[in-house]
């Protein structure tokens, strides 16, 4: 059975995500054999068991949401393509396999609609993304490539089921923000979300729809001051271009930046500590960004006092009524695209940093290339938003427990030490660090505080108010256009006349 809508929840074993869990087509080796030619009451009398064994119960004094559509997980970018979608089907079977569907609310959440994407997106773009397939798209179409498809890259290529997928991941993380404006939830969680380099009506680095966007937006309608932290070893550019004309925003990324192994500046290229969001001291957004450039190898400690400095100083600072946290695992080490040595508790030590501020908190995805312990990872966060401790031994029952096993694949326990494959050579020092911290406040002094704003509360659409906002940002530019002709006639008028070139009075 499907949800109808996006605020049914689903808190026992009929529904698909757990179904699909079960489901007897797929291969698994000797030890889920026996689990699975269990009759169905002793499957689930097994995770039972394995949940009240560990202690995993819900926790107390807040409540947590985990929305996930089971049908994210059958597209596929290509043989060749190191976005696998698999790695959320790992995912799933981690966090079912641990008991922790008994800590949480589970949501199937409907795919989104074409209107509700265009809250955000350009809906020419949305209509080209709608009807694109592999069979019909034109390479040498010059809408094909204004849209961030082909070139010699092809990031973002196309694939049977490309809109179903685009609008399912949108769908979970808008789904996840309606339960926090319901207060139905205070942490919500959608692990197929955080698609942060998608703009407005491009794709760009695997990201298709910006469904980060989408859920800021909705958040917007009823929380004064958003903050967006991205962990992901990319720069969140998407997202910080999206509001950077507006202080009820504030991005903080953490990412790599410099030049790759190939000699190109790593994707995309942008956010070193100077960027701030726009120069014009006029507009809100002014300040409003904050990067944190890191250069290859940072290891756990340092990332973990990074993290909690400078997180901890914007937190103060901008007083968000609201965070969304973006935890792509590609920051991870051993990551396919990665360049961090991170391990997984690290990694979810910033999540739980995030968690211990007590604001209504919208958990997601992102980046990740190296399925199995993405999967790792984004159960143990999920652990960490529940207040539960996982065991190390994976339990023997997981589907898929081949991916986890043997010295290559972590061994079959759920904590790798990350350091021992495909390690980079640190290149922070505690001096430079140190100075980026002191860049960093010295940036947020820029910040005039949090603002203090009236919600949108007269049933405006939020797509109405993104069109104003464009339409006041166009004027805004339309002004200081024509202050500009006006400066330079001026100058051209007064070398014609030359006044005051020798003392003369100006004729006039």
């Known amino acids: 059975m499907r949800a109808s809508g996006y605020n049914a929840p689903f808190n ?37 068991r394995e949940a009240e064994e560990y202690g995993i119960e819900k926790p107390q004094g807040y409540s947590v949401s985990f929305h996930y559509n089971p049908h994210v997980e059958y597209h596929h970018f290509g043989s060749s393509h190191p976005m696998k979608p698999w790695r959320l089907t790992l995912t799933k079977q ?57 070139g010699d890259s092809n990031d973002c290529p196309v694939f049977d089921g490309l809109w179903n997928y685009v609008s399912i991941y949108s769908g979970a993380s808008m789904n996840a923000a309606y339960n926090l404006l319901n207060k139905q939830s205070d942490i ?23 469904d980060i966007v989408l ?13 967006y932290v991205d962990i992901d070893v990319h720069h969140g550019d998407g997202v910080e271009a999206a509001f950077e004309s507006t202080d009820r925003v504030f991005t903080l990324s953490y990412h790599k930046f410099g030049i790759d192994r190939n000699g190109y500046p790593f994707f995309p290229g942008t956010g ?13 957004g002014k300040g409003h960004s904050l990067n944190i450039p890191i250069e290859d190898g940072i290891d756990d400690d340092q990332y973990k006092w990074l993290f909690k400095t400078v997180t901890g100083a914007v937190i103060d600072k901008y007083n968000p009524t609201a965070i969304v ?6 920051s991870l080490g051993g990551d396919r695209l990665g360049r961090f040595n991170l391990n997984i508790r690290a990694h979810g030590f910033c999540v739980e940093t995030v968690k211990n501020y007590g604001r209504p908190l919208l958990l997601i995805g992102g980046g990740g290339y190296t399925p199995r312990n993405v999967a790792r990872t984004w159960c143990h966060e999920t652990a960490v938003c529940v207040g539960a401790e996982l065991h190390n031994d994976l339990p023997t029952h997981i ?53 203090s704003v009236v919600v949108n509360t007269r049933g405006i659409s939020e797509e109405q108010i993104m069109r104003i906002r464009e339409q006041i940002d166009r004027e805004l530019e339309e002004e200081e256009q024509d202050r500009e002709y006006l400066r330079v006639e001026n100058t051209r008028r007064r070398r014609e006349r030359n006044t005051g070139g020798r003392g003369e009075r100006a004729m006039r």
């Open 12 to 48: 026992g074993y009929s529904n698909n995500i757990v179904e699909e869990y079960m489901s007897p087509n797929d291969l698994f080796v000797k030890d889920f054999q026996a689990f699975k030619n269990l009759p169905d009451d002793e499957k689930r009398a097994v995770i039972q």
């Open 94 to 150: 981690l966090v079912l396999a641990y008991g922790l569907e008994y800590s949480m609310e589970l949501y199937e959440p409907r795919p989104a609609s074409l209107d509700e994407l265009a809250i955000f997106h350009d809906r020419e773009y949305l209509n080209f993304l709608s009807k694109v397939t592999p069979q019909n798209a034109k390479p040498d179409d010059p809408a094909y490539l204004s849209y961030g498809f082909g």
């Open 188 to 210: 919500a969680i959608n692990w197929s979300g955080g698609l942060h380099h998608a703009k407005k009506n491009l794709a760009s680095g695997f990201c298709y729809i910006n």
């Open 215 to 227: 859920a800021i937006q909705l958040l917007l309608t009823q929380n004064q001051r958003v903050l």
């Open 272 to 284: 070193n500590i100077n960027e701030m969001g726009p120069t014009d001291p006029t507009n809100r």
């Open 325 to 330: 946290l973006q935890s792509g695992a590609d």
């Open 399 to 451: 589907p898929y427990i081949q991916a986890f096993q043997g010295e290559e694949n972590g061994g079959g326990i759920l904590y790798p030490d990350l350091h021992n494959t495909k390690r980079h050579d640190n290149a922070n020092t505690q001096v430079k660090l140190h100075k980026l911290v002191a860049q960093a406040m010295e940036n947020l002094r820029y910040l005039e505080g949090a603002p």
